[in-house]
């Protein structure tokens, strides 16, 4: 049989779509010991077991069927379904900006997969206009799709092609670009392709959608309308990330790529900027600064793109009764660059030191993060610090260890020479490294103050 | 703006004409006349420590009021397994409503909010369910698959309900027939509403995420009272597995309606059962005015000229004669509209005062959101508008009926949209709607029915396999039948009118647990039926404590007179033993005999002044000195007819 007429089935239950001669898309009529059951064969997901059936009957619902207790099959026709998402010609009107909208996988927009049950990406400028009608009150949209992968497949050849396909269409005329991608490494793509593309002077912008779009609730919709109206309008010619201020359907932060951070698994409003505060709000009227040190939006076309990257770098997350061992193994498997996120002011225990020590003097450059995200390294406060500095630790004032690994390997990408991959790593670009910290910059509510509690009854969460 | 303090001639012909009569004198032969066929969709929460997909607690409530935090949503339509996009779905989005959801910290969690993914489904809930699937007599699937059904009203905050079916194929006996069960499914509850006002609509969501069963019957109830009945009796199935919710909004039944040449109309949020007749009687009605104002239509039309009758009607804005309007409405955010070939179907009957205008007007509430009032008609017996003046103006004719609509002014092209599109509805009959139960019987339009393009599988859980050996398990533990129930009932000839509450109540273990302890079968059915209904009424509560106190009551001797107090009291008890409520009623053991002699020394007591005109005054009064004492110590039937004795001595 088929592919087509057995996707997703295995074991049992391809034996039983076999032996009965049906298989996917058939109306058939199952008699099991537990009864009659008519519907529509669907496909099933390789993840679920093999031995059940999926049947979509007639009330919409689906069912699954012990393969075990059917007795007979009898197929009544077939109905295969086709998922198209409405296309519809995206109008075109001059007087409205351009924008570019590169997709990288994700759930932008999506539709359902059947073999996996999972969502696919619905992508062409006309299925996004039959999704997101607003979308053309906003601008001229056109897409380019350039690779589909989950976020956390991003790397460094993916962040490369983007920041060349962002120089080509910046060359181009753009007024804007949105880059469409997953949620969970959002804030890697953004700080690499801040690093990638320097002295742009349009909009980019990141969106993705915490909540599939194939749901009424998604945050989809709004976060594409509030990117590509960012990218079409917005004065701040920046990478940033476009993603949801409060849970509420109500505006949108927009994040500097350096600064930017995922801090919940599954909320909306997930992206926070850390240790400083959001560059501006963005709502279907438009963006409203909230700081005015950005980088303006300009007309020339004068981009710099450095797309280089050592994937030979990694970020340690240190933790209590670390082994030497472990930094051994990454100098002895070539790693050129390490990044450390440590504890509290920038610290790791004694036991590590000689592994530091051997790894700097094999060249390997070695930089200093804290896991606490808010706050500055500050490695002369106590005797381990200094100790630690002089055996070749950098630390990176308050960079995100994300954003320092990033930084790091497209730092070594351009040069094994580590003084200039330092004066690269301390320099700050975009914002990855400030030279205060805003009293407002690190705020973490603690629910059940009275204080709190009054403010959440009173704004939308 | 309803036509019922002063119905016109045309309301009351057309209701002569559509030949409604109440419920009261219709006679079967009625229904069968329209081909009157219904069908139930019953909700019952299940009682279980936990929400279905998440571990806030079940079953605690907060008032409207009462909230630590609100978010606001918008649904968007989205795309069906098979690639369409649902009716209700995208008229929905027309209204653009802002929802308004209030947390509360201890109900609601952020799965509530959408903002975390499901939990594996509470298997507890599951297993309540597979129980009343098979005392539905449905085939269990061999595998649940949790399935998304939109519902774009808001009132759940992912934009979907999660369901999953349990079985199909079920069937329950009805006192005359058989009525089949199309199926029984297990999902969350959703949000209440707690006000819906122009485009702000608010919701709780302390209900939101609670298990409850959804038993479907097919449209084989052929009368109201069959309808009635089918509801009662899978309440009382489910409420027999010991293992549901009771109280207000603890059931609650959708009822599909239709008659011949109809349409399968949904009334949703029936609150009591009782309700059921009233509102499948006036709905078929509403459904024979709706074909007969069809039937005048198409007289008045030819085919083209009803492909094309869209074009036809048109607005103006009644500039010239603002200072006319209704007081408060502004001229700009008023529209006249001429409803070419209506005139005398705007106040045509289509339910106890209500007529065809009110079905315009509904639908402006819910799907251009404008408060009502929000038209005026030609054809209203009370009108102070000058239509002759607006006829004119909108080059109407004598065959055409107007309307003047207003509310807010970027309303007001979506209003249009509506009215005409309700009008073309018209030509066809009875629209597929979803309409609201209200209590006095008739209905408002509340959505377009949604179709089977609104269900997805649910992409966050997988399937859960529902073996023999847990059916096996569950089924050993079934109670009886809810037939054997009503037989039980019959046989021990308990009153009637107690059975709806013992059933409802799960209470015939707890009867048959009397009659075991000794108690005479009448007497306790009506113990439970009239006195502990009149005590507890709807509300909740755990009600087994009753036989313990009644066993103990009789090894203590206590005559059975003082059980109603006892139990008044244990009702509102924690600790209902018979020491404690003793104490608390103020019992104290008396003789018979020490209370007879009391009787000829309150006789004299007994002012004649107060004799009044009741013969039995002096009797009454005596009583009413002594009943305290004598409760639990004497029948209160003797303790009367000593009086009655003394009195004739």
């Given amino acids: 049989m088929s592919d087509e007429r057995t996707k997703g089935y295995r074991g049992e239950s391809l034996e039983t779509l076999e032996a009965f001669s049906f298989g996917v898309w058939d109306d058939v009529i199952l008699t099991t010991t537990r009864g009659e059951f008519r519907g529509i064969i669907l496909p099933r997901s390789e993840f679920d077991d093999s031995r059940h059936l999926v049947l979509k009957l007639s009330t919409g619902y689906n069912v699954g069927i012990d393969v075990r207790t059917i007795t007979a099959v009898a197929i009544k026709g077939s109905k295969e379904a086709h998922y198209k998402i409405p296309e519809k010609e995206f109008p075109v009107s001059p007087d409205k900006p351009y924008v570019k909208l590169l997709g990288t996988g994700g759930t932008i927009a999506s539709r359902l997969d059947y073999r996996t049950g999972a969502v696919i990406p619905a992508f062409s400028p006309g299925e996004l206009y039959g999704a997101v009608p607003e979308l053309a009150d906003i601008c001229n949209l056109s897409t380019e799709k350039l690779f589909g992968v989950f976020s956390e497949n991003m790397g460094p050849h993916e962040y490369k092609t983007l920041a060349r396909a962002i120089g080509q269409e910046i060359e181009n005329g753009i007024d804007g670009i949105v880059v469409g991608h997953g949620t969970d490494t959002m804030h890697h793509t953004a700080s690499a392709l801040a690093f990638m593309v320097q002295n742009s002077p349009v909009p980019i912008v990141m969106v993705g959608s915490q909540r599939s779009s194939d749901r009424p609730s998604s945050d989809a919709a709004l976060n594409l309308i509030h990117a590509t109206t960012t990218a079409a309008t917005s004065d701040i010619a920046e990478v940033m990330v476009c993603m949801f201020g409060p849970t509420s359907d109500e505006y949108g932060l927009l994040h500097r790529g350096t600064r930017v951070r995922k801090m919940h698994s599954s909320y909306r409003s997930t992206f926070r900027t850390i240790g400083d505060t959001p560059l501006a709000t963005v709502t279907r009227e438009g963006v409203v600064p909230l700081r005015s040190d950005y980088n303006p939006r300009r007309t020339d076309r004068e981009v710099a793109i450095l797309p280089t990257f050592e994937d030979r770098v990694t970020l340690l997350y240190y933790y209590p009764n670390m082994h030497p061992d472990i930094i051994d193994a990454i100098v002895d498997v070539g790693y050129k660059g390490i990044v450390i996120a440590g504890t509290g002011l920038g610290h790791v225990n004694k036991p590590v030191y000689p592994a530091i020590e051997r790894a700097t003097a094999a060249g390997v450059a070695i930089y200093m993060t804290v896991q606490t995200l808010w706050g500055y390294v500050h490695m002369f406060v106590y005797d381990t610090g200094r100790d630690l500095m002089a055996k070749g630790i950098i630390p990176t004032e308050n960079m995100l260890p994300e954003v320092a690994y990033i930084k790091l390997g497209w730092a070594l990408g351009q040069t094994d020479d580590l003084e200039k991959v330092k004066s690269l790593m301390l320099t700050p670009i975009c914002g990855e490294i400030t030279e205060r910290e805003p009293h407002d910059g690190y705020l973490v509510f603690q629910g059940g103050m009275p204080e709190i509690e009054d403010f959440m009854k009173r704004v939308h969460k | ?649």
């Avoid at chain 2, 309301?11 to 006679?27: I, Q």
């Avoid at chain 2, 609670?210 to 069959?226: K, N």
């Avoid at chain 2, 029936?270 to 509102?279: E, G, S, Y």
């Fill in chain 2, 1 to 649: 703006m309803s036509d019922s303090d002063n119905p016109g001639s045309v309301y009351l012909e057309t209701l002569a004409r559509v030949g409604y009569v109440s419920r009261k004198v219709a006679e079967p032969s009625l229904y069968r006349d329209l081909g009157f066929r219904c069908g139930l969709e019953v909700h019952q929460q299940l009682k279980t420590a936990r929400k279905l997909f998440c571990r806030c607690p079940a079953g605690r409530y907060q008032d409207g009021e009462s909230y630590d935090a609100q978010l606001v949503r918008h649904m968007r339509p989205t795309l069906s397994e098979l690639g369409e996009y649902d009716g209700t779905a995208l008229m929905e989005f027309k209204t653009r409503k802002n929802i308004i959801y209030r947390i509360l910290g201890e109900t609601a969690c952020t799965y509530d909010i959408d903002d975390t993914p499901p939990f594996p489904m509470n298997r507890e809930a599951l297993n309540i369910a597979i129980e009343i699937a098979l005392l539905l007599g449905t085939q269990v699937v061999g595998e649940l698959h949790i399935t998304r059904k939109q519902y774009l009203d808001g009132s759940i905050p992912t934009g979907f309900q999660r369901t999953a079916i349990v079985g199909i194929h079920g069937s329950i006996p009805l006192k005359t027939k058989p009525v089949r069960i199309l199926q029984l499914s297990i999902e969350e509850d959703s949000c209440r509403e707690v006000s819906d006002i122009g485009h702000e609509r608010i919701y709780s969501t302390d209900r939101l995420g609670m298990p409850l069963v959804e038993t479907v019957t097919y449209p084989d109830l052929l009368t109201p009272d069959e309808a009635r009945e089918a509801a009662h009796y899978i309440r009382f199935l489910a409420r027999s597995t010991g293992k549901v919710n009771v109280g207000i909004g603890a059931g609650r039944e959708d009822v599909n309606v239709s008659i011949d040449g109809g349409t399968r109309v949904e009334i949703k949020g029936v609150q009591h059962i009782r309700w059921i007749p009233d509102l499948t009687h006036n709905e078929a009605f509403r459904q024979k005015a709706l074909l007969a104002i069809r039937e005048t239509l198409r007289s008045r039309f030819t085919e083209t000229e009803i492909q094309d009758w869209s074009a036809q009607a048109h607005a103006s804005r009644p500039k010239d004669h603002a200072h006319l309007l209704p007081v408060g409405v502004e001229p700009e955010a008023a529209m006249a509209l001429n409803l070419p070939g209506f005139s005398g179907l705007l106040a045509h009957f289509t339910n106890p005062g209500r007529c065809f205008a009110d079905e315009l007007s509904d639908r402006l509430k819910v799907v251009a959101c404008i408060e009502k009032p929000n038209l005026a008609h030609s054809e209203e017996a009370s009108t102070q508008l000058p239509w002759d003046s607006i006829r004119k103006t909108l080059g109407a004719s004598d065959r055409d009926a107007q309307i003047l609509l207003w509310g807010p002014s970027a309303d007001m092209e979506t209003a249009i949209d509506t009215v005409i599109e309700r009008c073309q509805l018209a030509f066809a009959g009875v629209p597929n709607e979803t309409r609201k139960a209200l209590a006095d019987g008739t209905t408002l339009f509340e959505r377009v029915l949604p179709g089977p393009d609104r269900m997805y599988p649910d992409t966050d859980s997988a399937p859960i396999p529902i073996d023999e050996q847990d059916i096996e398990t569950i089924r050993a533990g079934l109670p009886e039948p809810v037939e054997a129930m009503c037989q039980a009932l019959a046989d021990w000839d308990i009153p009637e009118d107690c059975h709806a509450f013992i059933l409802k109540r799960n209470l015939l273990p707890t009867l048959r647990s009397l009659i075991v302890n000794g108690w005479d079968p009448a007497y306790a059915g009506a113990l439970l039926g009239h006195t502990l209904r009149s005590v507890c009424g709807d509300r909740p509560g755990d009600l087994t404590w009753l036989v313990a106190l009644a066993d103990d009551v009789r090894k203590r001797g206590l005559d059975r007179d003082i059980l109603p107090v006892l139990i008044a009291r244990g009702y509102n008890s924690t600790s209902p033993t018979l020491d404690a409520l003793l104490r608390e009623v103020g019992y104290s053991a008396i003789t018979g005999e020490a209370l007879r002699k009391q009787i000829p020394g309150l006789a004299e007591q007994f002012s004649p002044r107060k004799r009044q005109r009741s013969p039995y005054a002096m009797r009454n009064w005596i009583m009413g000195q002594l009943r305290k004492h004598a409760l639990g110590n004497l029948r209160l039937s003797s303790l009367s007819n000593w009086i009655d004795e003394m009195e004739r001595a």
